[in-house]
């Protein structure tokens, strides 16, 4: 897909991933709305962006993606500005352990309800243009993250809704493709002040920072191209893309069917 004209829209786009996605959409074109809670963060950078890109590339919508109304009402407002939706990130994720059914509300339902509003402006059954989805998983939606069993948990159920919904797209004619990424460790603030997230795992806060010594971490701008490559790439559709400092791969799954 060539990205020039098309609209995009990310949420958790003020800070670290999101933000990245959001300059890399605008780099090659398009037009971005940018979602999320923070609208201190999320109005400054709008501010620079409207400097850097021009004034009618970009939107910011206070949005938390954990309310229907509000992601339904700032998907709504996009098509109004810019015509339509080609492209929607559901990026929009936090870690904390102790707060577990807010990581799940947050990281799993978050990913779901962006998805389906966005497919009810998107699908080709509806009488959108079709598209491309991708949802941000992690790692840890591939493998076990043991000081983080229920940000884990998130993650795999993104990962298992993406590959679902994705199918489901086309073997329904939705016109759309769905893929998802999972990225290693990140230097964003999400990976700050690790100990005070993990809750009643924060014995495991120094095996975790040396795992991700090990692994070595990644620049958002590196899983920004990453995103890049599942947008623009056609053939993509139902992938699990993960991403780490010195490698990037396809997943494969077992063929069940
Ligand atoms: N940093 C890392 O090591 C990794 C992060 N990820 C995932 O990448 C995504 C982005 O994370 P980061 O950029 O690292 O985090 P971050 O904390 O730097 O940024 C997250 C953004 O999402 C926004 N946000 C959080 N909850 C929201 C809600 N309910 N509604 C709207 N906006 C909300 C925040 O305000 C913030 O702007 C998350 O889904 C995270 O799980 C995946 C792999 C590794
Ligand atoms: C404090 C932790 C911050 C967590 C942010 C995040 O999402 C980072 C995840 C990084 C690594 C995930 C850990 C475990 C994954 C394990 C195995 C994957 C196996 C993949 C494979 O090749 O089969």
């Known amino acids: 897909m060539a990205l020039d004209g098309k609209v995009a829209v990310v949420t958790g786009a003020a800070m670290g991933i999101g933000k990245a996605m959001t300059e890399i959409l605008l780099q090659n074109g398009a037009k971005v709305a940018l979602l999320d809670f923070n609208e ?59 707060t577990w059914e807010k990581t799940v509300s947050i990281n799993l339902m978050g990913v779901i309800r962006g998805t389906y509003l966005a497919l009810e402006h998107m699908s080709k059954l509806n009488g959108g243009q079709g598209g491309v989805i991708i949802n941000t998983a992690s790692m840890a939606g591939l493998g076990p993250l043991p ?48 100990p005070a997230r993990l809750g009643k795992f924060s014995l495991l806060a120094d ?36 991403v780490l400092p010195k490698s990037k791969k396809y997943m494969t799954f077992p063929v069940l069917l």
């Open 40 to 98: 201190t963060a999320g109005k400054s950078l709008l501010e620079a962006l409207k400097k850097q890109y021009g004034q009618e590339k970009t939107l910011f919508l206070t949005c938390d993606i954990e309310s229907e109304e509000q992601t339904k009402a700032a998907l709504q407002t996009t098509r109004e500005t810019f015509g339509g939706i080609d492209i929607m990130c559901n990026n929009a994720g936090i870690l904390n352990e102790s």
């Open 147 to 194: 000081s983080c069993p229920v940000y884990t948990a998130s993650k795999h159920g993104v990962v298992g809704f993406t590959r679902a919904i994705a199918a489901a797209s086309s073997a329904l004619g939705y016109g759309i493709r769905i893929n998802v990424l999972c990225p290693g460790f990140v230097q964003t603030d999400l990976f700050s002040n690790i």
């Open 207 to 242: 095996a975790t920072k040396k795992m991700a010594e090990k692994m070595e971490t990644l620049s958002v701008s590196e899983v920004a191209e990453c995103l890049l490559e599942l947008v623009v790439d056609e053939m993509k559709n139902g992938e699990a893309f993960m």
